[in-house]
């Protein structure tokens, strides 16, 4: 099981934002990933094993952590990125994902 | 540029099946990779429903108890996904993905296709 904090992060443009992950077990490093997802789109991968951004990923972006606990770092928010971010434990099977969680402008 | 793209019926009678395809374009699905689907509803959150290597190997998720088929088609670049029986529970978004490190990783997402399930 993955848990997210908070469930809503309210923050205004240029503000940094902190999210967090929790797995109920060790999932390593390898296989921790992060996602945004907007209304109506697919969800976009953001960061692969906990640390590495993917293709086309600004590098505002960042991600860390490793065993149970991560994290990923959003430096200074742009509009664009207020949406709704999972993380998500591709080591295992099955895979699993995190509730989510809402980063929206204040 | 590799893209996915879902197709199948919106719309699905309880005990009937659901049947999807995902066409993979700009690359070949029996060169390499895992291609699996994952459904989003409101109730459930992301669910990883499984996957097929491109040597045709399967992996699915436990909680479906059964129910799930995939495949491929490689001389058509596509993938499948059978669920039987479905129910009202099974109404979601589904996603077809591909995943390079493991059965269950998803770096690549179609835009997905809304299924309901009702009478």
């Known amino acids: 099981v993955l848990t997210q904090s908070p469930g809503t992060l309210s923050l205004s443009p240029g503000e940094r934002a902190t999210l967090s992950c929790r797995a109920s077990q060790n999932v390593g490093s390898d296989f921790l990933a992060w996602f945004q997802q907007k209304p109506g789109q697919a969800p976009r991968l953001l960061i692969y094993a906990s640390q590495y951004r993917g293709p086309g990923v600004p590098d505002r972006f960042s991600g860390s952590g490793s065993g149970t606990d991560f994290s990923l770092t959003i430096r200074s928010l742009e509009t664009e990125d207020f949406a709704v971010y999972y993380c998500?434990?591709?080591?295992?099977?099955?895979?699993?994902f995190g509730q989510g969680t809402k980063v929206e402008i204040k | 540029q590799t893209h996915l793209q879902e197709s199948g019926p919106g719309l699905v009678r309880p005990s009937g099946t659901l049947s999807l395809t995902c066409t993979v374009f700009?690359?070949?699905?029996?060169?390499?990779?895992?291609w699996g689907w994952i459904r989003q509803s409101p109730e459930s959150g992301l669910e990883w429903i499984g996957s097929v290597s491109h040597a045709g190997d399967t992996y699915y998720n436990p909680s479906l108890r059964g129910r799930v088929t995939m495949s491929l088609d490689t001389s058509k670049n596509q993938f499948s996904l059978k669920m039987s029986p479905v129910t009202v529970t099974d109404t979601a978004v589904y996603f077809c993905?591909?995943?390079?490190?493991?059965?269950?990783?998803?770096?690549?997402w179609g835009p997905g296709t809304r299924v309901t399930v009702s009478s």
């Open positions: 700009g690359y070949s699905i029996s060169t390499g990779n895992f």
């Open positions: 993905v591909r995943g390079s490190s493991s059965p269950t990783a998803a770096g690549l």
């Open positions: 998500h434990q591709y080591g295992n099977t099955p895979g699993t």
